[in-house]
């Protein structure tokens, strides 16, 4: 059974529109690739065909996979959430007490997480171990190389 994940309408739109360029534009062009390496003669030996199913078949299955979590996400109002605690969607400031270094994140689905623009997962370790603490709170988070302690400084809703 596939859980629920919650997505930003950015998050739900980027979803849609890949899923719809694979329906509407790849998955044309592989069959139009099957087609083409179909004429070239004998389906036994032919290398071409059997990439172009291959590559059919992976195409398919990335799509399944986008309906299922299409299916499954749910949409978030954020001006509804609560900003006393850390949820999913929260924009969160926190400093790390081994070395003083403040860095900000925001928790989002699994599929929406990205560190080059600070949004990560509510399923990583650091993002388990914010959900449900509040401003002043320290977050004890397991990583491999031991335990991290986190200040929770700040939480907001951007």
């Known amino acids: 059974m596939s859980k629920v994940s919650y997505y930003t309408a950015e998050g739900l739109k980027k ?12 998955r044309p062009k592989a069959s139009q690739a099957i087609a083409e390496a179909r004429d070239k003669g004998d389906l036994s030996e032919n290398a071409e065909y059997d990439a172009a199913k ?69 399923d990583s370790p650091i993002g388990k171990g914010l959900l449900g603490k509040s401003v002043g709170e320290v977050a004890e988070i397991q990583v491999p190389n031991g335990i991290m302690k986190f200040d929770v400084v700040e939480i907001t809703r951007e």
């Open 54 to 122: 291959e590559a059919q078949g992976l195409l398919e299955m990335r799509i399944s996979k986008l309906e299922e979590t299409l299916a499954n996400a749910r949409l978030i109002d954020e001006s509804q959430l609560d900003t006393s605690k850390v949820l999913i969607h929260s924009t969160v400031k926190i400093k790390n007490q081994t070395n003083g270094a403040q860095m900000t994140y925001k928790l989002v689905a699994q599929s929406e997480a990205d560190l080059k623009t600070g949004k990560i997962s509510v």
């Open 15 to 26: 979803l849609r529109d890949e899923l719809n360029n694979l329906k509407d534009i790849e």
